[in-house]
């Protein structure tokens, strides 16, 4: 086995020093009774050619962006990932690492982290920023509980145009918590009915969750949202399913949100299936000790140099146990620095830059498709890089028979509710050209017709 | 030779520092389509302070904060209850191959069947590891698995009509257990070890009352001891209507030599980052999977990949279910590398690590007996506590830590178990060969002396670092986490 280094003669010898006769005699305390006694039934072992090929088959079994023209979005994203970047996570000295428990010979992990908190703060608009949490979902269900600690309430609402799966997480995190959650619902345009929010707020309520832009692309007024959440002692918690529009939008920071969440996965890394990618968590400076995971910050050595260490540890699990303000432990790191690069790479021109790209291809489909007979935007408000159709007829033939020309029109709405049955949620990024999207749009329109 | 050295180390500013305007770092394609706006008040101003760097800069920048750090690659990395093994390099080429990573969570579950059919045999394979009916892997870490599981546990006792109130927890536990039992609105009971090292099924009965919905153990314990009672145990928390919860960040102990499902306990989370041989990233990505017996499959967090004839599904129909933990389906990328690590190793491959895994905790041991304290007699498993006691020189453990560093090792986990004062506890894994123990060892050895004749070698370590000690306490008082532009 190339991964153990132990010869037969090494074995013998270490089996003398400990004074013992053989392997079996280490496991001397494991009762006879639970011995499993039989060999594991799994696969027979591979040598590593082997491997490559089994696993390059399985793979092939799977539509991607590079053989499919693709328009999902929801909530994970295709853009450009620069080549850069897997040349500089492939170091091993970043991969192999562990968590930075010994901060003089885990600089390179903790001044990422700190540079990654700077660039989250900056685009965000928020003072802090914690190392990472799992994702864009767990990292809301987390804003839920700060929110409800912060403010010592336990009544939440949530933006009915909440990314469903953001919703489903916030509703196990708070399931035996004696939470009371409710959803405000969503007008014509697809933005939150203030009527309602202004209804559904009262002196018990912890929080307003609301995406930006939400799960049907459309851009929330955050700053109007921010005024009455305040005005009834509320926080503002701001989730962001997809921060490249936050090279464009005003940043909910500078909005009036209290926390921002978000998934990073935009950043430089790739779908992967749903994950790995790196939820990112920031609020204000006033409660940073009632945060959740790991923070980095900067400090001086004992010669006067400049280093960074892990942080206000007080607040987690390894020192206030069941006080802790979470029990996350390992987050994202590695996805959190993929992020840190894509960042500086791009910079304070490039992130703007294909924010416009995407924002304006986006518009682009959005009215060819539009002016299709049988099509029809489902929501008036000002969108992003992703907008739902409406389409008229059966949309789950029509979406079999564009994958038959190799093409992913969008995620249909019915995979999460039941009262939009014929709505897609297209998504169009810097990644798509002009006659990608005029493709989609020629086959909706024979597909429609 | 002690890998220890010195040698030319390079400075490298915050990437803010580097900036210049007009520099850029990225290319894009020409915008093909007419440029579009949003309506006003959306838009923000460019992202202030953000830096304007090139590709270079940003290349030079992180390579050089790489060699800042110390990996499993650089050399031993005996963290205690990290599992810190070799990672296969083909299992970061497996997870990059198109059909994974490029695959949308969203495509249709006909256009995604490679991913679905390994994540059904990754669940399986787990299952017949441990001996428990169902996983799931949905869970992004080991803190997330006991998140999950104890959801599942508080289901299934509220399906019955039962509010219990009460965990029991040893002291001995991971410290995410108390925080995870309390985000599932239960008290946290400690049960106290006493010096004796194992949980004994006495102590558990005296415990166990009607309040109780679960005790949480972590076999192999957190001193490295296999909970001989553990049968036992299980079998008065089950009669008492309780669940017995186990912290699987300990498997590698066992692989092939017995299974937690067998032993009587009801849920357990894996850490593919430990026992899998994912890497664990400086912080993650890791992926804490869960195994659950046939009662508690109905808790199960959705969606389930299921089979049907020759399809592989997602399920999301669980009236009974926890719910959802997080988007999609959990961390896949990382489900790829463990899945090519098991496909590597095979049953008789996992049982060897697990044994010279076992071996080479065993060994250092031995060498490190008669020097260090070694609190519990018992014999050890996957990994061994010592103790500072026997330290001369107002050494501590510590110090002993910060002087491996200059002798060219990663310290142990130190201070944890909270049970041991002044803990070291080493973790060797299997991939680590007796020469790399035995210079490990070695140093331990040259420094318990030098902590006699010259304990300034301790107290001033490390020396050869970059960095020397830092200030923590500064860094808590007056916190300092985000680079602000100077005025």
Not at chain 1, 104 to 128: N, R
Not at chain 1, 285 to 296: A, E, H, I, N, Y
């Amino acid at each position: 086995m190339r991964y153990i280094p132990h010869t037969e003669e090494d074995v013998r010898q270490m089996l003398a020093t400990i004074g013992v006769d053989s392997i079996e005699d280490l496991f001397e305390e494991v009762p006879d009774d639970l011995r499993l006694g039989r060999e594991m039934e799994l696969p027979e072992p591979l040598s590593e050619s082997e491997l490559v090929r089994q696993l390059q088959e399985l793979a092939g079994q799977n539509a991607t962006s590079s053989g499919y023209l693709s328009f999902l979005g929801g909530g994970a994203y295709n853009h450009f990932i620069p080549a850069v970047i897997d040349q500089l996570i492939s170091r091993s000295e970043f991969y192999t690492a562990y968590t930075p428990y010994q901060p003089e010979i885990s600089q390179g992990t903790l001044q990422a982290v700190f540079e990654y908190q700077t660039l989250i703060c900056q685009l965000t608009g928020m003072d802090v920023s914690n190392a990472s949490m799992y994702d864009g979902a767990s990292a809301c269900a987390e804003a839920v509980l700060m929110a409800a600690r912060a403010t010592r309430r336990k009544k939440v609402l949530l933006a009915g145009s909440l990314h469903p799966e953001y919703r489903e997480a916030v509703e196990t995190y708070c399931r035996y918590l004696e939470m009371e959650l409710s959803q405000i619902p969503f007008g014509a345009d697809g933005r939150l009915d203030e009527k309602a929010l202004a209804a559904g707020l009262d002196d018990k309520t912890a929080a307003l969750v609301v995406g930006y832009p939400n799960f049907f692309g459309v851009v929330e007024g955050l700053t109007s949202l921010a005024v009455t959440v305040h005005a009834a002692g509320a926080l503002l918690v701001t989730a962001v399913p997809e921060p490249i529009a936050l090279g464009l939008l005003k940043s909910p920071g500078e909005c009036g949100a209290d926390i921002v969440v978000g998934e990073g996965q935009s950043f430089g890394m790739p779908v992967s299936f749903g994950g790995p990618g790196v939820g990112f968590f920031a609020a204000r400076q006033k409660t940073v000790r009632s945060m959740p995971g790991r923070l980095v910050g900067r400090t001086t050595d004992r010669e006067g140099k400049d280093g960074f260490v892990l942080t206000l540890a007080t607040r987690e699990q390894h020192i206030r146990r069941e006080k802790a303000t979470s029990n996350i432990c390992s987050n994202q790191g590695m996805c959190a620095l993929m992020a840190n690069m894509y960042l500086c790479l791009l910079g304070k021109k490039g992130i703007r830059e294909v924010a416009e790209q995407n924002l304006a291809k986006a518009e682009y489909a959005k009215k060819a498709l539009a002016a299709l007979p049988g099509v029809a935007l489902a929501f008036s408000g000002p969108t992003f890089n992703e907008f739902v159709m409406t389409v008229d007829g059966d949309l789950g033939r029509l979406l079999q028979e564009l994958e038959r020309q190799k093409v992913l029109a969008g995620v249909p709405m019915s995979r999460f509710r039941d009262d939009m049955p014929n709505s897609l949620l297209i998504c169009v990024t810097e990644q798509h050209r002009r006659q990608d999207i005029d493709r989609l749009v020629d086959l909706m329109k024979g597909g429609t017709a | 030779m002690r890998p220890g050295t010195s040698g030319l180390q390079l400075n490298e500013k915050l990437i803010f520092d580097h900036s210049d305007p007009g520099r850029k770092g990225y290319s894009l394609p020409r915008l093909d389509v007419p440029a579009a706006v949003l309506p006003e008040g959306l838009v923000r101003a460019e992202v202030e302070g953000f830096p304007e760097v090139s590709e270079v800069d940003v290349v030079r920048h992180f390579t050089r904060l790489s060699s800042w750090n110390y990996g499993v690659d650089s050399g031993f990395y005996p963290l205690g209850s990290c599992t810190m093994k070799y990672n296969p390099k083909v299992n970061e080429k497996a997870a990059r191959i198109d059909g994974f990573a490029n695959c949308h969570p969203y495509t249709p579950q006909s256009l995604s069947q490679g991913a679905l059919a390994l994540m059904y045999d990754l669940q399986a394979a787990l299952a017949e590891i441990s001996g428990f009916s169902a996983v799931t892997l949905q869970p992004a870490a080991g803190a997330h698995g006991e998140l999950a599981g104890m959801l599942m546990i508080r289901a299934w006792h509220e399906a019955k009509g039962n509010r219990r109130t009460k965990v029991l927890i040893p002291d001995t536990a991971h410290g995410t257990n108390p925080a995870t039992a309390a985000l599932c609105g239960y008290d946290v009971v400690p049960i106290e070890s006493k010096g004796a090292g194992v949980l004994t099924a006495e102590t558990v009965a005296e415990f166990m009352d009607d309040d109780v919905a679960a005790l949480m153990v972590t076999n192999p314990n957190t001193l490295g001891l296999f909970e001989s009672d553990i049968k036992k145990i299980c079998d008065i928390v089950h009669e008492g209507g309780g669940l017995v919860y186990c912290d699987g960040a300990n498997l590698n102990a066992l692989m092939g030599i017995a299974r937690p499902g067998d032993m009587g306990i009801d849920v357990m989370h894996f850490n593919l980052h430990k026992t899998f041989s994912t890497p664990h990233g400086g912080g993650g990505p890791g992926a804490g999977p869960v195994g659950v017996t046939a009662e508690l499959e109905p808790f199960m967090p959705t969606p389930v990949i299921a089979r049907e004839g020759d399809a592989y599904t997602l399920q999301f129909d669980l009236p009974q279910s926890v719910g959802r933990l997080r988007s999609f389906y959990g961390n896949f990328g990382i489900m790829v590398r463990a899945w090519a690590y098991i496909l590597t190793m095979g049953a008789a491959g996992l049982k060897r690590a697990s044994e010279m895994a076992v071996l080479n905790a065993n060994y250092i041991r031995a060498r490190l007996e008669p020097v260090y304290d070694l609190p519990h007699r018992h014999r050890s498993l996957h990994e061994v506590v010592f103790s500072d006691k026997d330290l001369a020189g107002d050494c501590h453990t510590l110090d002993v830590a910060k002087r491996l560093i200059d002798y060219g090792f990663h310290p142990p986990t130190i201070y944890f178990p909270l049970v041991v004062k002044g803990a070291i506890m080493i973790e060797p894994t299997e991939t680590e060969s007796m020469e790399i123990l035995d210079e490990f060892c070695d140093a331990m050895l040259a420094i318990a002396e030098e902590a006699k004749n010259s304990p300034e070698l301790l107290h001033e370590a490390p020396r050869l670092t970059r960095i020397k000690r830092l200030d923590e306490t500064t860094a808590a008082r007056q916190p300092c986490l985000c680079w602000l532009p100077e005025e």
